[in-house]
């Protein structure tokens, strides 16, 4: 009987598999101790909170299928208006408003990349600019319906979370239940045909995966992700705007999740805290451009696949290799063929 390769998804135990989850729970707890109280800290903290959820949206769909979207604003704003509209204009609770704010993004982004999703890069970053321009001129055209250029006041603020200290906890619960769903898509079966389909997909279709099917679903659920920030901002804000979510947004989430380690499961939660916390200490909005644009420069030249990206790419290959010093572990004696459903032996 074969034993299971000690690389395999099904060898992992749950801490290895889940440690950057536990990370960010510690990370949590020693942050809501520190700003207990502090209505300053907290407002930044349900801030980056909600920049963190769409930069998870960004690492979904670039770090793991190399989609550059610059859509996800445009996502997060149909989350927000739609759960500002559902709540503002016919009194249903913030809960329905959540649903389609999943839902919403979700389905548009699913049909988008079914029809532009064999485009290249390019070509494709640009459709997704023309999409998000379109949705911002639907928003300034929708009268009263949308608010217009004037926009909706008034969304009511969520029952579970009356206050500051409980909207942190709630804004950072989801980033982490996203986190974990995260986790559990890429180290599946799916999430194996999801890289295996952005780096290689002729070996992706000879393995039998759809890969147009494949690339449309990691983007809608990178949509989906970006509803969820849209519904937290709306409800945090309380106001919605046409400038609220801008074509801007989408690129500053991308340039913090390209600072943080786009393909990391973490990286894109750690570009964001960075990149915020480095914002609110400088002098003038005006050289936020600047600073951040010098920043992601200098990620760049150093750690290519990001911040946490090179730090733990480093963890990882110490463990493999045993430790400083140690040999490579012999390979096992028996064959196996490679699927993108694990490892089989013969």
Request: positive net charge; contains cysteine; hydrophobic residues 50%.
């Given at each position: 009987?074969?034993?299971?390769?000690?690389?395999?998804?099904?060898?992992?135990?749950?801490?290895?598999?889940?440690?950057?989850?536990?990370?960010?729970?510690?990370?949590?707890?020693?942050?809501?101790?520190?700003?207990?109280?502090?209505?300053?800290?907290?407002?930044?903290?349900?801030?980056?909170?909600?920049?963190?959820?769409?930069?998870?949206?960004?690492?979904?769909?670039?770090?793991?299928?190399?989609?550059?979207?610059?859509?996800?604003?445009?996502?997060?704003?149909?989350?927000?208006?739609?759960?500002?509209?559902?709540?503002?204009?016919?009194?249903?609770?913030?809960?329905?408003?959540?649903?389609?704010?999943?839902?919403?993004?979700?389905?548009?982004?699913?049909?988008?990349?079914?029809?532009?999703?064999?485009?290249?890069?390019?070509?494709?970053?640009?459709?997704?600019?023309?999409?998000?321009?379109?949705?911002?001129?639907?928003?300034?055209?929708?009268?009263d319906f949308t608010g217009g250029f004037v926009g909706l006041s008034g969304i009511p603020r969520l029952g579970i979370a009356p206050d500051a200290q409980a909207f942190h906890f709630v804004a950072w619960g989801a980033v982490l239940v996203v986190l974990?769903?995260?986790?559990?898509?890429?180290?599946?079966?799916?999430?194996?045909?999801?890289?295996?389909?952005?780096?290689?997909?002729?070996?992706?279709?000879?393995?039998?995966?759809?890969?147009?099917?494949?690339?449309?679903?990691?983007?809608?659920?990178?949509?989906?992700?970006?509803?969820?920030?849209?519904?937290?901002?709306?409800?945090?804000?309380?106001?919605?705007?046409?400038?609220?979510?801008?074509?801007?947004?989408?690129?500053?989430?991308?340039?913090?999740?390209?600072?943080?380690?786009?393909?990391?499961?973490?990286?894109?939660?750690?570009?964001?805290?960075?990149?915020?916390?480095?914002?609110?200490?400088?002098?003038?909005?005006?050289?936020?451009?600047?600073?951040?644009?010098?920043?992601?420069?200098?990620?760049?030249?150093?750690?290519?696949?990001?911040?946490?990206?090179?730090?733990?790419?480093?963890?990882?290959?110490?463990?493999?290799?045993?430790?400083?010093?140690?040999?490579?572990?012999?390979?096992?004696?028996?064959?196996?063929?490679?699927?993108?459903?694990?490892?089989?032996?013969?």
């Open positions: 009987m074969n034993r299971p390769h000690p690389t395999a998804p099904s060898a992992r135990t749950p801490f290895v598999k889940y440690r950057q989850a536990i990370i960010l729970v510690a990370l949590l707890a020693a942050g809501s101790v520190l700003s207990f109280g502090n209505s300053y800290w907290l407002d930044n903290s349900v801030t980056i909170a909600i920049y963190a959820l769409m930069a998870l949206s960004v690492g979904i769909s670039y770090g793991q299928a190399g989609i550059l979207s610059m859509a996800t604003a445009a996502f997060a704003s149909i989350g927000a208006y739609g759960t500002a509209i559902l709540s503002t204009r016919y009194g249903l609770s913030p809960l329905v408003g959540l649903l389609f704010a999943i839902v919403a993004p979700m389905l548009l982004g699913y049909v988008m990349a079914r029809a532009i999703g064999r485009l290249s890069p390019l070509p494709l970053a640009i459709a997704t600019f023309m999409l998000a321009d379109l949705i911002g001129l639907a928003i300034r055209e929708g009268g974990v769903l995260y986790i559990n898509l890429m180290n599946s079966s799916v999430g194996r045909a999801i890289n295996t389909a952005r780096h290689d997909p002729l070996r992706a279709k000879a393995d039998g995966v759809n890969v147009p099917q494949v690339i449309s679903l990691t983007f809608a659920v990178s949509g989906a992700v970006a509803g969820i920030a849209g519904w937290l901002y709306a409800h945090h804000v309380t106001y919605m705007g046409p400038d609220s979510m801008t074509t801007q947004l989408s690129m500053s989430v991308i340039l913090m999740a390209v600072v943080g380690g786009a393909r990391v499961f973490l990286g894109p939660v750690c570009g964001a805290a960075v990149l915020l916390i480095i914002g609110l200490y400088m002098p003038a909005a005006e050289s936020q451009g600047m600073i951040f644009g010098a920043i992601l420069v200098l990620v760049l030249l150093i750690a290519p696949q990001g911040l946490l990206g090179v730090a733990w790419n480093k963890i990882l290959r110490k463990k493999a290799v045993g430790g400083p010093g140690s040999k490579p572990a012999p390979a096992p004696a028996t064959k196996r063929t490679s699927t993108l459903l694990g490892e089989t032996s013969r």
